[in-house]
């Protein structure tokens, strides 16, 4: 018996000692593997890693909570037909809009190649409006489009040339008279006789073409208090106005936008047009100191829809 005992302890102890020893491995795994989720779902991340700004998400997929948009269908581009019943009366009118016109050489030495159409460039432009049946109309036939209703040609084209750069008298001009086109030229009006900038007597020369526009006297934008865009609209109007070149009354924005400020201070100076650079070719009367324009660069005209 004593036998027997001896024997069964002898085999129960080592099989418990490997059970344990098993049992203790598996428990030691698990402990180990559970850490390891806890690390990495992130619950702990702040304590134990250094804290990062995270990386801004590119969302290629939309959220499927947002809420439906508001805007129902794509919208269409705009018609002078849908236009007209909401501004009207609109017409199509492409306004060209140029800054400087010189050499590409020069306008690379100075920083200005896009603000630069070169002189073969904007001849090819005026030759294209000429062999297209292309009409070259003034402010005064769009003033009275607006006003009267007298209708404008078919294809109609402004050509309208910002800041009041030395360029446009000693290469613009010379190309107009070419071609016998008119154009408007708005100038900041302090700035004239600065180095790079037309003088009053350039501005005098060009008068049998080029029709003068606002275009603030610091070429400040219409962000601004209504006291600063006062003060900005009022003097280039006086200034305009003291050299006999202020006729047509009409503005254009420096650096592009409009404000409701602005647009203020423009109707309280009896202006009535005024031109932004945003993009279109519709004018409406309705919208007549918001009139957009077509920046022009070095292409063909063909290439801004014309
Ligand atoms: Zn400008």
């Known amino acids: ?28 795994y698990q402990i180990k593997n559970s850490g390891k989720k806890i690390l990495n779902s992130g619950w702990i991340t702040n304590k134990t890693k250094e804290i990062k700004t995270p990386e801004v998400p590119i969302i290629t997929e939309v959220p499927t909570k947002t809420p439906s948009p508001t805007v129902k ?10 236009m007209n019943k909401e501004y009207g009366p609109c017409a199509k009118v492409n306004v060209l809009m140029y ?45 009275n489009f607006f006003s009267g209703g007298i209708v404008l040609p078919k294809k109609s084209v402004m050509i309208t040339v910002d800041d009041g750069y030395k360029d446009n008298y000693e290469v613009m001009y010379p190309i107009l008279k070419e071609f016998g086109f008119k154009a408007t030229v708005f100038v900041a009006t302090g700035l004239l006789n600065n180095p790079e900038y037309m ?22 934008s219409s962000a601004g208090t209504k006291e600063k865009q006062t003060e900005e609209i009022t ?13 047509d009354k009409i503005f254009a924005y420096p650096y592009g936008g409009s404000s409701k400020i602005a647009k203020e201070v423009l109707t309280n100076n009896s202006y009535q047009i005024a031109f932004t650079t945003v993009h279109g070719n519709i004018l409406c009367r309705g919208k007549s100191l918001e009139l957009p324009r077509i920046r022009v660069g070095n292409s063909s005209l063909r290439s801004y829809g014309l």
């Open 73 to 82: 269908a794509t919208p269409k581009p705009a018609t002078v037909e849908s």
């Open 99 to 143: 800054h400087h016109i010189q050499d590409e050489n020069i306008a690379k030495e100075k920083g200005q190649t896009s603000l630069t159409v070169t002189p073969e460039f904007f001849k090819k432009h005026l030759e294209y409006l000429r062999d297209n049946g292309y009409s070259v109309i003034t402010m005064a036939e769009l003033k």
């Open 235 to 247: 003097l280039a109007d006086k200034q305009l106005s003291e050299h006999g070149l202020n006729d």
């Open 199 to 220: 003088s009053w007597g350039d501005l005098n020369q060009m008068k049998d073409l080029v029709y003068f526009g606002n275009h603030t006297w610091s070429h400040h």
């Open 1 to 28: 018996m004593a036998k027997k005992k001896v024997n069964k302890i002898n085999i129960v102890f080592p099989i418990l000692g490997i059970l344990l020893i098993v049992i203790a491995g598996i428990l030691q």
